[in-house]
Nanobody
Framework: QVQLVESGGGLVRAGGSLRLSCAAS????????MGWFRQAPGKEREFVAL????????LYADSVKGRFTISRDNAKKMVYLQMNSLKPEDTAVYYC???????????????WGQGTQVTVSS
């Protein structure tokens, strides 16, 4: 397993941008597919974006497609989520997670960070 720590959240106005980072520790980071999820108050945790272990493939939720970009740097053991054109409905706690399979099901991810709050004001 890997240990994950997110950073980069904050308060931003609608239309603005934020870049979330996820720092990983553990020797096997480059073998994991990495995902970003989010959870708003009173709602279930939902899939946002996924990137393959090599970085060669990505997948996005329809709600963020064209606005968010996931990337990774295996040498630095980092995963990023660039968020542009933010909307108030993007407000949530954002989590990064690691999985052995290419999946969007939260239960299939064995390692999770503690989350970082993103708040988008209208």
């Amino acid at each position: 397993q890997v240990q994950l720590v997110e950073s980069g959240g904050g308060l931003v106005r609608a239309g603005g941008s934020l870049r979330l980072s996820c720092a990983a520790s553990g020797r096997s980071f480059s073998s994991y597919h990495m995902g970003w999820f989010r959870q708003a108050p009173g709602k279930e945790r939902e899939f946002v974006a996924l990137i393959t272990w090599s970085g060669g493939g990505t997948l996005y939720a329809d709600s963020v497609k064209g606005r968010f970009t996931i990337s990774r740097d295996n040498a630095k053991k980092m995963v990023y989520l660039q968020m542009n054109s933010l909307k108030p409905e993007d407000t949530a706690v954002y989590y990064c997670a690691a999985a052995s399979d290419f999946t969007v099901v939260p239960g299939d991810f064995g390692s999770w960070g503690q989350g970082t709050q993103v708040t988008v004001s209208s």
